[in-house]
Nanobody, 120 residues
Framework: QVQLVESGGGLVQAGGSLRLSCAAS????????MGWYRQAPGKQRDLVAA??????KYTDSVKGRFTISRDNAKNTVYLQMNSLKPEDTAVYFC???????????????WGQGTLVTVSE
């Protein structure tokens, strides 16, 4: 079993910054994908930024404003969000794809989500 603990959401004015963090723990052998998705009201959950296959991927709307980083020793991924816009308002979910000690297969886990609200 793998647990994800997210933190860092909140309310911020447009132009402000927030930093999200997500720490994974449990029977992890390796983390193959680790990143952030978001879901605005009435919309589908979409990729924001993630390490996929060892490379950082960003959705176009956050390039130049958001930076994803990770601490492998702590199994933690961060999302630094600068120059926030009202359209960034959403619930942000951490996602990992891991290999565990229980199986050679890969499993996907989601965090509980953290709300980011950007006011005008």
């Amino acid at each position: 079993q793998v647990q994800l603990v997210e933190s860092g959401g909140g309310l911020v004015q447009a132009g402000g910054s927030l930093r999200l963090s997500c720490a994974a723990s449990g029977n992890i052998v390796s983390i193959n994908t680790m990143g952030w998705y978001r879901q605005a009201p009435g919309k589908q959950r979409d990729l924001v930024a993630a390490f996929i296959g060892g490379s950082a991927k960003y959705t176009d709307s956050v390039k130049g404003r958001f930076t994803i980083s990770r601490d492998n020793a702590k199994n933690t991924v961060y999302l630094q969000m600068n120059s926030l816009k009202p359209e960034d308002t959403a619930v942000y979910f951490c996602k990992v794809v891991v290999t565990t000690t229980m199986s050679s297969a890969q499993f996907q886990y989601w965090g509980q989500g953290t709300l980011v609200t950007v006011s005008e």
